[in-house]
């Protein structure tokens, strides 16, 4: 195995115009690997740090140039003469940090430097980076959860409820799956228009109408599959991804998007059951705060059976948070966002403990993106089975979809796209 001979990094702009940490890694043997880390705007509080500089004369305070500075100073000389081993790359690394979070050195060059080790491992070897990640058995392509209304914070407009997704889980293969999902973007554009809406975009790609109500967001997805000539449900599925973390207020929780309306953990979850009855919903995430175990073991126990549950904010793909969930039957699925835990050998952690426990796992995107489609890799290396990276609109979003359609392509007749909604 190569050894590691330079580490550099980079300030570079992530999709929201912010700054972001870019790191590249160059391999004894000449081989190199880059990738650029995403950041979010709802962000858990259990995160691991993402370090920003406070400098308000630069980039409003969000300039990362010390997180740059700790790669080059700090991980650069300790990993130089290193064997480029994924396991034994993290390990130093989390040990140089030396904090639960990676508040010291900052999870943003923590993950770069990560990332990049494994793009440089892969190029070693000759290989795709899903292969080098996942084998020979690195063969299903995922089921994108496209999200095509924002709300909450990806966007200005009057829905608190932050992500309003299709799913074409009943596609025959990936490449027709964005077909079918780009197909009923483009009519809920034109239903909108119809309607005198903006067709304006939120942070994700998504429309960022100002609606009624967010059964009015509901009832345009479905007449938006069904005007392209598919079935609710069967063909295309709903996701959402209520964001209900940042609703929170006091022991309720508050829609200051629509008048402050408040509600308590046992209203969401009747409103929950009144949706999943009415509209075809395979999945929600973040349905209840990130503190409120109690209200999400009573939201598992009403809904758990019959729609996938995913923790974001809840889990923040970290191991020993999904354990706790996992013996308390919290959830059935979490959400992976490498950014939320700082190492690839901590994501794939994360990732083996679900699929163990039967929990399905999503592979996500940020708000704050780059053109860097690693995680399209991720999800076919793990076989995750679903990744969320936006609408099909912005490049930072298509990048990951790209790339998934070349994957599917040089997988050919081995490539397989399975539904995890049908009964």
Same mark, same amino acid.
């Given at each position: 195995?190569?050894?590691?001979?330079?580490?550099?990094?980079?300030?570079?702009?992530?999709?929201?115009?912010?700054?972001?940490?870019?790191?590249?890694?160059?391999?004894?043997?000449?081989?190199?690997?880059?990738?650029?880390?995403?950041?979010?705007?709802?962000?858990?509080?259990?995160?691991?740090?993402?370090?920003?500089?406070?400098?308000?004369?630069r980039y409003g305070g969000k300039g990362v140039l010390? @997180?740059? $500075?700790?790669? +080059?100073?700090? &991980?650069?000389? *300790? !990993?130089? /003469?290193?064997? #480029?081993?994924?396991?034994? %790359?993290?390990?130093?690394?989390?040990?140089?940090?030396?904090?639960?979070?990676?508040?010291?050195?900052?999870?943003?060059?923590?993950?770069?430097?990560?990332?990049?080790?494994?793009?440089? @491992?892969? $190029?070693?070897? +000759?290989?795709? &980076?899903?292969? *080098? !990640?996942? /084998?020979?058995? #690195?063969?299903?392509?995922? %089921?994108?959860?496209?999200?095509?209304?924002?709300?909450?914070?990806?966007a200005t407009n009057n829905l608190d409820f932050q992500?309003?997704?299709?799913?074409?889980?009943?596609?025959?293969?990936?490449?027709? $799956?964005?077909?079918?999902?780009?197909?009923?973007?483009?009519?809920?554009?034109?239903?909108?228009?119809?309607?005198?809406?903006?067709?304006?975009?939120?942070?994700?790609?998504?429309?960022?109408?100002?609606?009624?109500?967010?059964?009015?967001?509901?009832?345009?997805?479905?007449?938006?599959?069904?005007?392209?000539?598919?079935?609710?449900?069967?063909?295309?599925?709903?996701?959402?991804?209520?964001?209900?973390?940042?609703?929170?207020?006091?022991?309720?929780?508050?829609?200051?998007?629509?008048?402050?309306?408040?509600?308590?953990?046992?209203?969401?979850?009747?409103?929950?059951?009144?949706?999943?009855?009415?509209?075809?919903?395979?999945?929600?995430?973040?349905?209840?705060?990130?503190?409120?175990?109690?209200?999400?073991?009573?939201?598992?126990?009403?809904?758990?059976?019959?729609?996938?549950?995913?923790?974001?904010?809840?889990?923040?793909?970290?191991?020993?948070?999904?354990?706790?969930?996992?013996?308390?039957?919290?959830?059935?699925?979490?959400?992976?966002?490498?950014?939320?835990?700082?190492?690839?050998?901590?994501?794939?952690?994360?990732?083996?403990?679900?699929?163990?426990?039967?929990?399905?796992?999503?592979?996500?995107?940020?708000?704050?993106?780059?053109?860097?489609?690693?995680?399209?890799?991720?999800?076919?290396?793990?076989?995750?089975?679903?990744?969320?990276?936006?609408?099909?609109?912005?490049?930072?979003?298509?990048?990951?979809?790209?790339?998934?359609?070349?994957?599917?392509?040089?997988?050919?007749?081995?490539?397989?796209?399975?539904?995890?909604?049908?009964?």
């Open positions: 195995m190569s050894t590691i001979d330079r580490v550099h990094a980079r300030e570079v702009i992530d999709s929201r115009g912010f700054p972001t940490v870019e790191a590249t890694v160059t391999l004894a043997d000449g081989a190199t690997g880059s990738a650029a880390v995403p950041s979010g705007a709802s962000t858990g509080e259990r995160e691991a740090i993402e370090l920003r500089d406070g400098d308000k004369k010390k @997180a740059v $500075a700790n790669v +080059k100073g700090v &991980l650069a000389p *300790a !990993l130089r /003469g290193l064997a #480029a081993d994924q396991n034994l %790359v993290d390990a130093k690394i989390i040990a140089l940090d030396g904090t639960d979070n990676k508040g010291k050195l900052g999870a943003n060059a923590l993950l770069a430097v990560s990332l990049a080790t494994a793009r440089a @491992a892969a $190029a070693a070897k +000759k290989q795709p &980076l899903y292969r *080098a !990640l996942g /084998g020979e058995g #690195a063969t299903l392509l995922p %089921v994108p959860l496209m999200n095509i209304i924002n709300g909450g914070r990806h992500e309003f997704m299709i799913v074409p889980h009943g596609a025959p293969s990936f490449p027709e $799956a964005i077909r079918q999902g780009v197909e009923v973007y483009h009519a809920l554009k034109g239903l909108l228009d119809a309607r005198g809406l903006t067709t304006a975009v939120g942070d994700e790609g998504g429309f960022a109408p100002a609606l009624r109500s967010h059964e009015e967001a509901l009832d345009l997805m479905v007449e938006a599959i069904g005007k392209v000539g598919l079935k609710p449900g069967a063909d295309v599925a709903i996701a959402l991804d209520t964001a209900s973390s940042e609703l929170v207020d006091g022991d309720g929780y508050a829609f200051k998007k629509v008048g402050g309306r408040r509600m308590s953990a046992d209203d969401l979850i009747a409103l929950f059951e009144k949706w999943c009855a009415a509209y075809p919903i395979v999945s929600i995430e973040d349905g209840l705060g990130e503190n409120d175990w109690a209200g999400w073991k009573r939201l598992t126990t009403k809904l758990g059976k019959k729609v996938q549950l995913v923790g974001d904010d809840l889990f923040v793909t970290n191991d020993a948070i999904l354990a706790k969930g996992i013996q308390e039957g919290v959830g059935n699925a979490i959400l992976i966002k490498v950014n939320q835990i700082g190492t690839l050998t901590e994501t794939r952690a994360a990732m083996a403990r679900a699929a163990r426990a039967g929990y399905r796992q999503v592979v996500s995107h940020r708000s704050g993106e780059t053109e860097d489609a690693f995680i399209a890799d991720l999800a076919v290396a793990t076989n995750a089975g679903q990744i969320k990276t936006g609408a099909p609109c912005r490049s930072e979003r298509t990048a990951k979809y790209n790339r998934l359609l070349v994957i599917a392509e040089e997988l050919g007749p081995a490539a397989r796209y399975e539904s995890p909604f049908k009964a």
